[in-house]
């Protein structure tokens, strides 16, 4: 018997809850990479691997706050890492859904890279500089949106019966336009690591002027969404969400930009507003993902109930 477009499939609440924690904790790790990038701490500590409790076992008159922090971000990974696994085994045992028990393989397999890339950058400082840091940095924003898909995927409302929005395909130019924009922003997050990193003058105007592309994007997909005959709620908050979150980081920007080049400002607050813009940028990725998944998920729901229920109807006349 084929399953019915309305099927729904439940994973347990602790496995939803988990996931979220790890969401958390990973922004977490995010904010303390973000600070050592900010405040150019990275080889602190240029001996790699450390202990979990490495911070335990020396004496606090000698690191300077840029070793701790350092340290405290190889903690969180640490951490992260623990929760991932948790989180990987909980969806193999438990999920019915063969294509996100895999999901969760690959978050597993994409956290273990990204702690190897981290520790390449410390012990390959000397033979390839920066360049290992740009692609960790770049490559976190994409983790932390693959375990945002996680917890969605495992939340009660994408699990639900989707009934009252399967007549209403969405419109071909909001599937297009969600499809693209995350991997607008994924290039703008790499340009903006390019000039973090290296202040390459590519990455400066690539970063600027993909800023545009990702801001015209938004305002074309939230107009998509609102234009809609029913707006769907699933695709309405992300899509808000996601224009408020590109606003705070225009501004962000500019704001970086003027303290970095015409307004003095205390090294506090500039460390505050870049890192800021950092996360914004991870958080954008995020959202423009999950919006692309709604509106994949309403658009696949919408075929097979125009496809199923009625030809069964015909069927019966």
């Known amino acids: 018997m084929a399953n019915s477009p309305c099927e729904t499939f439940g994973s347990p609440r602790w496995l939803h809850n988990w996931a979220v924690f790890t969401v958390c904790a990973t922004f977490g790790l995010l904010a303390l990479g973000a600070v050592v990038t900010t405040f150019q701490v990275g080889m602190a500590d240029p001996i790699w691997p450390t202990y979990p409790w490495h911070l335990l076992l020396i004496s606090w008159e000698e690191p300077k706050p840029g070793f701790i922090i350092e340290h405290a971000h190889r903690l969180a990974g640490y951490l992260v890492g623990g929760c991932v696994i948790v989180l990987a085994v909980g969806l193999w045992m438990t999920e019915k859904r063969q294509w996100l ?189 999950v919006v692309t998944s709604q509106i994949h998920r309403a658009s696949s729901a919408s075929a097979r109930f125009i496809g199923g229920p009625f030809q069964h109807l015909e069927g019966a006349a």
């Open 101 to 289: 028990r895999w999901l969760g393989v690959a978050a597993l397999l994409g956290v273990i890279l990204q702690g190897l890339l981290g520790g390449f950058r410390v012990k390959l400082n000397e033979l390839l500089g920066p360049k290992l840091a740009l692609v960790h940095g770049s490559f976190a924003a994409v983790i932390f949106t693959l375990i945002v898909c996680l917890a969605l995927y495992t939340s009660r409302g994408w699990n639900a019966d989707t009934r009252a929005t399967l007549s209403i395909p969405p419109p071909r130019n909001l599937r297009r336009i969600s499809k693209a924009l995350p991997l607008f922003v994924f290039v703008q997050i790499f340009f903006g690591g390019l000039l973090r990193h290296t202040y390459f003058t590519l990455g400066q105007r690539g970063h600027l002027l993909l800023a545009f592309a990702v801001t015209g994007g938004v305002i074309w997909l939230l107009k998509e969404v609102v234009d809609q005959p029913i707006r769907e709620r699933r695709l309405f908050f992300p899509a808000v969400l996601l224009a408020i979150l590109v606003t705070g980081q225009i501004f962000l920007g500019v704001e970086a930009w003027m303290f970095k080049y015409f307004t003095p400002s205390a090294l506090a607050t500039q460390a505050l507003i870049r890192t800021g813009h950092v996360l914004f940028g991870s958080l954008i990725l995020a959202t423009s993902v």
